[in-house]
């Protein structure tokens, strides 16, 4: 069941509270939004809030049960069971996630999302395998995302293919995609994307780099 | 000079704002909040506000001078000039990043922050190059850093050493940090540390992922 109309900026902080839930040892104890917010690194006024959206799980003065939180959230992000997951161009940023994706995988019980298939349009990949993940043809997308219950990809593709290959993962039923490529993709309303781009996150760090180192200091 | 008390979110959208600028192609024509926030996906208010933090740029009813606009926001994000990044940590997403950020500032006159460095402690990596970028043993960033004047960088070593990564370039000066292992950094406050966690984002796209295939779709 999805929760209609939670803003994506509560969305974004449930898997703050799920990695510190996870992280938490005496599980018997329940927790309090205040310690909970400071090792998510949110307000406790806002956890409470965030959580009031989907259920009464708190007990005011006392805190919240930590298993019955951990599930509550897993059930909600769709991570109480493996979900599958592909990767469309297999460059080397597509390589890079991709390895990064499988040692998590394999390192890690607790995360769930598993890379099943990758896809390139170049034959040398094609019909290979990559850290034991089958490299298939962009033209096989629908085929290979119905067969492997596939509902979340991530988008590698240089700029000027990746509306074309976005189509195609929307057209076999994919309703999340991460995408990397510098373009604002075009989806139907009930497809969720979410943008990494590293240039831009650059490009707000920038702001942040201060005076300098002496050369360009001012006498303050 | 940085503006003080102006919140990170405000910042993260000046980028956006700056991308929409350099596309534009008529550049004589003023440009309104209306069209500037629906290129960007920002609310045209949301814009207007963002702007007012820097000054009075727009003329109400006219809109913005698309080169001042541009200038200003290039000034305020320190990208008037080339700005110097390191990178710790060349394991496969390191090298990743690291061309693909050699590819941006090579091909694209308008990106201006070059990769400058590398570093990391295997013997067999120190003292070669990559693309063009020598890489450096990390005993070597204080000098690295100020020799070359790097004012950010990139961390992409495991969790358990990035923190003593981190405090490293801390040392050296660096204010600005683009960090992608799955730990919250320890900085003083003057330093400005963005996550980018990719499984963290994936969690975060989970919830999105609708109802399945047919096998699980519910009768609606």
Same mark, same amino acid.
């Given at each position: 069941m999805a929760w209609k109309g939670i803003s994506d900026a509560v969305i974004r902080r449930l898997p703050l509270y799920l990695r510190v839930l996870e992280e938490v040892e005496d599980r018997d104890i329940p927790i309090s939004s205040h &310690? @909970?917010? &400071?090792? %998510?690194? #949110?307000?406790? %006024? @806002? #956890?409470?809030?965030? @959580?009031a959206w989907f259920g009464e799980f708190g007990k005011q003065g006392v805190g919240y049960d930590v298993d019955l939180l951990q599930d509550e959230l897993r059930k909600i992000l769709h991570l109480d069971e493996p979900l599958h997951m592909a990767l469309v161009g297999v460059g080397s940023l597509g390589q890079a996630l991709a390895r990064y994706n499988r040692r998590r995988f394999l390192e890690d019980p607790i995360f769930t999302i598993k890379l099943v298939a990758l896809f390139d349009v170049d034959p040398r990949l094609v019909g290979s395998s990559m850290d034991g993940v089958a490299v298939f043809d962009i033209s096989d997308i629908a085929k290979v995302v119905t067969e492997r219950d596939i509902r979340l990809a991530i988008i590698t593709v240089p700029a000027d293919v990746a509306q074309d290959v976005c189509d195609d993962l929307v057209e076999a039923g994919i309703k999340a995609i991460l995408n990397f490529a510098p373009v604002k993709l075009e989806v139907p309303s009930d497809v969720h994307v979410a943008n990494a781009d590293l240039s831009l996150e650059l490009q707000r760090l920038a702001y942040y780099i201060g005076v300098g180192h002496g050369r360009h200091q001012a006498n303050w």
């Open positions: &310690e @909970l917010g &400071e090792r %998510a690194g #949110v307000r406790p %006024a @806002l #956890v409470r809030k965030d @959580l």
